[in-house]
């Protein structure tokens, strides 16, 4: 297998456990019976786990070899979920899911795909990043799409074997666990060394500039997108609808295969209206998509407009990450998507806890209206102050 492939197949393995997680998860606590802001909390450190494992990246990629970087998030992954599977106890849960870096948003985020991220910049050049990017993403996204697919696992083994709800979870996530040591037995073959591409002893002014907005914006939409992760909305629906597993499972499973067939149209859109139109576009009528769930009042009406908007809402993300290499000089590159990936994860970690809270105090819908409003913010930020800022391949001859 070539070493695109190896990176290609780690990452849908992780995307699986992702994809997984990010459904059950929610459903899981919310079995164990507590209270919102503990749901929250478990959830927002298992994301703090991730921005912490991204900013040792970011400050000492000079120092990390791809292979043990990759290898030790994977082995991390899977000890965090099977301690999580063992207990009920918040502060063992918490424990485990910061040091495990367990991921409910229901997509791979992290320091193994900021390590993905900085290979495959470094691989490919100017002409094939943007395809090279989106056919990453598909990748991620299907097995993403497998993995959602997978938490109506439980209902099965409830029927089949008897077991509790509770016990058919545990079981799952012991198998997802499993499947991160697939990923990291992956990663054991990808060739070792470090990248070309390090962290700078010192970034370009252009380049700094640049990057300074970026990491604001991408903090501003990662707070929004955490607000509603994968598993603060299979939450919202459990608790508003008393959908399960057995229902979300599919329902979840459809989402990722739209964000998966979307990134096709989106890499055509690209090249045709640029990259930062392509993010802003596609992103902004998403989010007011999503400020109109709350107020749906059937589970059928609010599932359409679920998918509805997963159709639209990743297909920014292959853009994104290319604009961000294409922005940055190529030894800027590791440290650009290390320092990228940090502010969107530590986003990300305060949006649950801030979910948590806000159901608690104003209802159920608030993080969902929240958090539509903060990305749309963003999206109007972003086209406002990178529009003229445009990659090389766009610039003409």
Known sequence: MSRVGLVFAAAGARSTVTGLTGVLLGLYLARL?????????????????????????????DRMGTRPVLVA???????GLGVMAATGHPALLGGAALLGMVNSMG?????????????????????ARTRLFTRYTIVQDLLGA?????????????AALALTPLAADRWVLRAAGAVSLVAAALYLRVPTGRSRQQAPVSLAPASRRRLKGLAAL????????GLIAGSVLSYWFFRRFGLDGGALGPVFFAARML???????????????????????????SSLLLLALPFMPTPGGAIALFLLREALVQMDVPARQSYVAAVTLPGERAYAFGV????????????PPLAGLAIGTYGLGAPLVIGAGLKALYDLALFAGYRTVTPPEERGP
């Open 33 to 61: 019976d507590l209270p919102p802001e503990t749901v929250g909390l478990v959830l927002g450190l298992g994301l703090t786990g991730n921005a912490c494992g991204t900013a040792l990246l970011a400050a000492r990629g």
């Open 146 to 158: 497998l993995g959602s697919l997978a938490a109506a696992a439980p209902a099965a083994l409830i």
């Open 107 to 127: 997509r791979d985020r992290g320091v193994a795909q900021a390590v993905d991220q900085t290979l495959l910049a470094d691989w490919g050049g100017d002409a």
């Open 340 to 351: 990228t990936g940090v502010v969107r994860n530590v986003g990300w970690a305060f949006g």
């Open 218 to 225: 991408f903090a501003l939409d990662s707070l929004g997108g």
């Open 73 to 79: 998030a994977s082995l991390l992954s899977a000890a």
């Open 259 to 285: 964000n998966a067939l979307s990134y096709v149209a989106a890499e055509h859109l690209a090249r045709r209206i640029g990259l930062v139109r392509t993010m802003v576009f596609t992103h902004l009528p």
